[in-house]
């Protein structure tokens, strides 16, 4: 079992930065390959980015590569999404994932636990 809580959200104006961060509970987070997702109103969830349990590998959603970087630090059990050139579809509720399994899935159906989400929110 693993409980996650986000938090570093608000409201920013476009080309800004924020820092979400994701702090899990249990001694097991290490085991786990996590993601960071986004749905905004009237969308469906989708995927931001991902990162292997070791750290080693990363993977992003073309609509965030080059601004967004995902980072994790297993000894303090958080996983960070820094987050840099906003932009106003930036906009949405971000939540991070735990996904059980050794390779990086884009697919919410593959986390097994999720957060309560932090919303984001960029002015133009």
């Known amino acids: 079992q693993v409980h996650l809580v986000e938090s570093g959200g608000g409201l920013v104006q476009a080309g800004g930065s924020l820092r979400l961060s994701c702090a899990a509970s249990g001694r097991t987070f290490s085991s786990y390959t996590m993601g960071w997702f986004r749905q905004a109103p009237g969308k469906e969830r989708e995927f931001v980015a991902a990162?292997?349990?070791?750290?080693?590998?990363?993977h992003y959603a073309d609509s965030v590569q080059g601004r967004f970087t995902i980072s994790r630090d297993n000894a303090k059990n958080t996983v960070y999404l820094q987050m840099n050139s906003l932009k106003p579809e930036d906009t949405a509720v971000y939540y991070c994932?735990?996904?059980?399994?050794?390779?990086?899935?884009?697919?919410?159906?593959?986390?097994?636990?999720w957060g309560q989400g932090t919303q984001v929110t960029v002015s133009s």
């Open positions: 990162i292997l349990r070791s750290g080693g590998f990363t």
């Open positions: 994932a735990a996904n059980g399994g050794v390779v990086i899935s884009t697919t919410p159906a593959r986390y097994d636990y």
